[in-house]
């Protein structure tokens, strides 16, 4: 919009049309502002321009200051802001501030076409005129258009200054026919700018409705707090990475701004169906945990079998004084002393199998079956010995990693499948269809063998294998984890690089991830200082060889 526009009116009127069409596309509304006050200008010839913007109903903000002859370009995507204040609208006793244009312009509902500032009556001036003294510049002509949006709501201010004749440069009074033409032009800007807003604070609202559902996810357990912000933000640095490669599988992934936003908002509602998981599973810190941890009860058993073994000691010891045989009494001694220390040994070990890890041994396991089975304790409801731990808290203890029975697992892996479900029962407009494939792929791997629907690199999207890629990663370096520390870089890039060789991540991805180090900026931002080591690349699995040289 920056051609000289004919004073034909036909070619006027389709210019106005032209413009009006530019305005409705416009997103941003820094541009949108500075579009509307130039194409006020265009239309007119004039050789500068003020927009404003009504703020909360008592003030005039200025937002775009232009003046083509004094070289004058403040605010909008000029870089330099405008110093001057914001024009009051009513006074300190309330009372409307009918002196200034502007203010008496959105006041009245009404333009204002001025021919000389300085031998116009009625309105105050004295602004105008000292920035004339300062700068040598003569104001005259002044069109002042409020914006009017299409609920009859005055939103902003057009102020035009000096029209100017197109041949001889001669400053004019603004005509009827341009004041009718800033007028239309007005009412489309309105529109098009509460449009912008309006889609604006609707998606504000809804990546607010967003946060608010991962900040309740996050909240229902302190060992996975911040895994729904962490894991959007890998997810974009590595979606960024993979855009700009120029090489392999990856070579034409190219992402446009809605691209972005969509993967942006699949990454936000990526466990959204955590929402319906048990909090009991979610938080489930120990392997017998439920509503408490019942490691409890377990020492109490523990009790119960060191009093039964000093009960047994205190017979034999009375039963041998009877018998008039002191010589048995250090025998009992020391198979008390050992039946204590085995005993002690045996709550120790079980307590630490309680806690989890990322590999129990199959001799610990096997060890937690000889207890559980070994001891005898008495159960006094029951009036009969019972076995020491009973078959589900055994399954419990023997849990080869982390905390989670294949039941509970079941239903942590059940969020994925609710996560579909959610998202694909919403009406997506077409620039976010894609957000349930999205999210919905972050557990899926690339040979088949992932859930919840078994698919295979070719039936994913990039986007999607991009995620599955950050939750991985995001779960690996974690430092909440109720059962283990979080990684280093090379322990993470290493678990990533056996997963590439065996096929359960992208393999192009893993190698942008780890050339452009994505997980090196990550980790800058989000893990300890004691996690962030040096990699030596040549200790990596699937570790390409252009990357070693």
């Excluded at 559902?213 to 357990?221: F, M």
Aim: net charge negative; glycine share 6%.
């Amino acid at each position: 919009m920056t051609e000289a526009i004919s004073q034909d009116p036909l070619s006027r009127l389709t210019e106005l049309n032209r413009i009006g069409v530019l305005l409705s596309k416009e997103k941003d509304i820094t541009h949108l502002l500075e579009k509307i006050l130039i194409a006020a200008k265009q239309i007119t010839n004039a050789d500068g321009g003020t927009l404003y913007r009504v703020h909360n109903e008592r003030e005039l903000k200025f937002e775009i200051m232009l003046t083509d002859s004094l070289g004058i370009a403040m605010g909008g995507t000029s870089g330099q802001e405008i110093p001057f204040p914001p024009l009051r609208l009513y006074d300190d006793t309330a009372q409307p501030n009918n002196s200034l244009v502007v203010a008496w312009s959105v006041l009245n509902d009404q333009t204002v076409n001025i021919a000389d500032a300085y031998t116009e009556e009625g309105f105050d001036f004295s602004g105008t005129k000292r920035f004339d003294r300062t700068t040598g510049y003569r104001s005259k002509s002044f069109l002042t258009v409020p914006m009017k949006n299409h609920e009859d709501e005055i939103i902003g201010v057009l102020q035009l200054i000096n029209a100017t004749d197109r041949t001889s440069g001669e400053i004019l009074p603004f005509s009827d026919s341009d004041q009718h033409l800033v007028e239309s032009l007005a009412s489309q800007a309105a529109v098009a700018l509460t449009n912008r807003l309006l889609i604006n604070q609707l998606e504000e609202l809804f990546e607010s409705f967003i946060g608010l559902i991962n900040s309740a996810i996050d909240d229902k357990s302190p060992y996975t707090g911040g895994h729904c912000q962490r894991v959007p933000t890998l997810t974009m640095m590595l979606a960024e990475a993979a855009s700009k490669s120029v090489q392999g599988g990856l070579a034409e992934f190219l992402m446009t701004d809605k691209d972005r936003y969509e993967l942006k908002i699949a990454g936000l509602l990526h466990d959204c169906g955590k929402v319906t998981t048990p909090v009991h599973v979610v938080d489930k810190a120990t392997k017998l945990q439920t509503i408490y941890d019942r490691v409890g009860l377990v020492d109490t058993r523990f009790e119960v079998i060191k009093r039964d073994a000093e009960i047994r000691a205190l017979k034999a010891r009375f039963s041998a004084l009877e018998r008039h045989d002191p010589s048995l009494l250090p025998e009992i001694e020391q198979r008390l002393v050992a039946d204590r220390a085995q005993i002690e040994a045996d709550r120790e070990f079980l307590r630490f199998c309680n806690i989890g890890s990322e590999r129990m041994e199959p001799e610990d396991q096997q060890r937690v079956f000889a207890i559980g089975l070994g001891h005898r304790w008495h159960d006094a409801d029951d009036n009969e010995d019972q076995p020491f731990l009973t078959q589900e808290e055994m399954d419990n203890l023997t849990i080869r990693a982390g905390t989670l029975t294949d039941a509970e697992r079941k239903i942590i892996n059940h969020h994925i499948e609710v996560t579909i479900m959610m998202l694909e029962s919403l009406p997506w407009p077409r620039h976010l269809k894609n957000v349930p494939e999205y999210a919905g792929g972050h557990h899926e791997r690339m040979d088949g063998r992932g859930y919840p629907r078994g698919l295979r690199r070719h039936e994913m999207s990039v986007q999607a294998r991009v995620m599955g890629i950050a939750d991985i990663f995001e779960a690996l370096t974690a430092k909440d984890r109720p059962y283990k520390k979080g990684k280093t870089l090379t322990e993470a890039l290493t678990i990533l690089g056996r997963f590439k060789l065996n096929g359960h991540i992208d393999a192009d991805l893993f190698d942008v991830f780890v050339r452009d180090k994505v997980y090196l900026r990550y980790a800058e931002q989000y893990l300890d200082r004691e996690q962030i080591d040096e990699v030596d690349l040549s200790t990596i699995p699937g570790i390409p060889a252009d990357m070693l040289t």
